[in-house]
């Protein structure tokens, strides 16, 4: 009687231990790490894409088709050093039979409001200075033909989503300020809206570990 009273105590202590011994078991398992948001480390990129250009001159749009050429310096999660350069052109402007293009290389900060898992958001604000060689018709038959540099200044936004931890596709649009000259020679503003269609190549910075 005693003996299997002792069982069936053995044989209950056993049934309540079993499942912490399991849980214990899987606690010394090492746990897969989760996968964290590319964007959650201060990187640097560069970028290289397709731009659109497209200028008012004379009451008339001109279309510029060519290159963007880009990078930017995460200073922390939100903020950004952007440097951006464009060479655009033309074969021929408002039926002038003349080629024309424009040149910039602009610099600024880069803001990010917010991202969703592997794309984010930015608005940014650059200036710089931007070389433009174009035509204006005078009449019929003439037209006025030059180039000017002048300082410019680009505002607007763009979205990024990241392909992999390396590779990434950006989005942009923003207005462009220049001048050029008018049918009377004179200096004029010149906007510009601007479209850019680009691949990233982003490298995070390595962070130095402190042990204590």
Same mark, same amino acid.
């Given at each position: 009687?005693?003996?299997r !009273?002792i069982?069936?105590?053995?044989?209950?202590?056993?049934a309540?231990?079993?499942p912490?011994?399991a849980?214990?078991?899987?606690? &010394?398992?090492?746990?897969?790490?989760? %996968?964290?948001?590319? +964007? $959650?480390?201060?990187?640097?990129?560069?970028?290289?894409? /397709?731009?659109?250009?497209?200028?008012?001159?004379?009451?008339?749009?001109v279309?510029?088709?060519?290159?963007?050429v =880009? @990078?930017?310096?995460d200073?922390? %999660?939100?903020?950004?050093?952007?440097v951006?350069?464009?060479?655009?052109r033309? %074969? $021929?402007?408002?039926?002038?039979?003349?080629?024309?293009?424009q040149l910039?290389?602009? @610099?600024?900060?880069?803001? *990010?409001?917010?991202?969703r898992?592997?794309?984010?958001?930015?608005?940014?604000?650059?200036? =710089?200075?931007?070389?433009? $060689?174009?035509?204006?018709?005078?009449?019929t038959?003439? /037209? *006025?033909?030059g180039?000017l !540099?002048?300082?410019? *200044?680009?505002?607007?936004?763009?979205?990024?989503?990241?392909l992999?931890?390396t590779?990434?596709? &950006?989005?942009q649009? $923003? +207005?462009?300020?220049?001048a050029?000259?008018?049918a009377?020679?004179?200096?004029?503003?010149?906007?510009?809206?601007?479209?850019?269609?680009?691949?990233?190549?982003?490298?995070?910075?390595?962070?130095? %570990?402190?042990?204590?």
């Open positions: 009687m005693r003996t !009273t069982e069936k105590v053995g044989f209950i202590l056993f309540l231990a079993a912490l011994l849980q214990n078991q899987q606690a &010394r398992q090492p746990i897969a790490p989760i %996968s964290s948001p590319v +964007y $959650d480390m201060p990187a640097y990129d560069v970028s290289v894409g /397709y731009a659109n250009l497209t200028t008012l001159t004379s009451g008339q749009h279309n510029l088709n060519g290159l963007d =880009g @990078g930017s310096f200073l922390n %999660s939100r903020w950004a050093a952007m951006d350069s464009m060479y655009v033309t %074969s $021929d402007i408002l039926g002038t039979g003349h080629a024309g293009y910039s290389f602009l @610099g600024g900060p880069a803001f *990010y409001p917010f991202e898992g592997n794309t984010r958001f930015s608005v940014h604000a650059l200036a =710089g200075g931007a070389l433009v $060689d174009g035509a204006v018709p005078i009449n038959t003439d /037209y *006025y033909h180039w !540099t002048r300082f410019s *200044y680009a505002a607007g936004g763009g979205v990024e989503h990241a992999s931890e590779f990434g596709v &950006r989005v649009a $923003d +207005y462009l300020h220049s050029f000259f008018d009377q020679g004179a200096v004029r503003p010149q906007g510009s809206l601007r479209l850019t269609v680009s691949l990233v190549l982003r490298r995070k910075m390595r962070q130095e %570990s402190t042990s204590e």
